[in-house]
């Protein structure tokens, strides 16, 4: 079972990129990565998915090192609707594993 | 429709109280699931049904009894609770059963408290 960390949280200026790194030191071989992103009082919304090198969809970017022991997050020109929690999470496609959400990085987007 | 609803909204239950929370989705997935969720914590799989079958069951103390009367409905039927169980409970669906891959559609929860 991959344990990951990330920052506890971060602040950000409107209309920067954020970039918000999840440590996964002990990933298996077949783990994929994926990120969530959280509102108060709302469930996880799904953002991205990936195993390896860079993945980009019409939100967020995911870029994952070869050795794949981190994935950082990657948010273009954020806005203040950005500001949430944001988790990391590492599973098997394999099989019914347990898995774990990361810790989570609280993210505030300031004016 | 991508949506997951999750009833009530609310919920205040004493120690000795039975009570149910329930789930829909209308998105045709197999896999539907429970997390708990403290605060400032991230969420806790409890179960996942895959084919209206328990496939993942976490540990979880028997005063939580989940159902799966079918593929789009997922109860969790609540019983001699206790004041730490006060959390945010999340159902949540996917195509599949793992949780570790699948892209998971979540409700917005029923925020519990048990007094």
């Known amino acids: 079972l991959a344990k990951t960390t990330q920052p506890i949280s971060m602040d950000s200026y409107e209309g920067q990129e954020v970039n918000i790194t999840c440590s996964h030191n002990?990933?298996?071989?077949?783990?994929?990565i994926t990120w969530y992103q959280q509102f108060p009082s709302q469930g996880p919304r799904f953002i991205i998915q990936?195993?390896?090198t860079k993945v980009t969809n019409e939100v967020a970017s995911l870029f994952i090192p070869a050795d794949r022991k981190s994935s950082t997050l990657s948010l273009p020109r954020v806005s203040l609707s950005d500001t949430a929690v944001y988790y990391c999470?590492?599973?098997?496609?394999?099989?019914?594993?347990?898995?774990?959400f990361g810790t989570g990085t609280k993210l505030q987007v300031i004016p | 429709d991508t949506e997951v609803t999750q009833t009530p909204k609310h919920l205040v239950m004493g120690m000795t109280n039975k009570k149910s929370l329930k789930c829909e989705q209308h998105m045709g997935h197999r896999a539907m699931y429970w997390y708990k969720q403290k605060a400032k914590k991230p969420p806790e799989l409890m179960f996942v049904?895959?084919?209206?079958?328990?496939?993942i069951n976490e540990s979880v103390p028997s005063r939580f009894s989940p159902e799966c009367p079918n593929s789009s409905l997922l109860n969790l039927h609540l019983h001699a609770l206790q004041p730490e169980d006060s959390a945010l409970y999340l159902c949540?669906?996917?195509?599949?059963?793992?949780?570790?891959?699948?892209?998971?559609?979540f409700g917005p929860g029923t925020r519990l408290t048990v007094l």
């Open positions: 002990n990933i298996a071989t077949n783990d994929y």
């Open positions: 049904y895959s084919y209206e079958k328990l496939s």
């Open positions: 949540a669906s996917s195509q599949e059963g793992n949780p570790g891959t699948d892209t998971q559609y």
């Open positions: 990936g195993y390896k």
């Open positions: 999470l590492v599973g098997d496609p394999g099989g019914y594993q347990k898995v774990t």
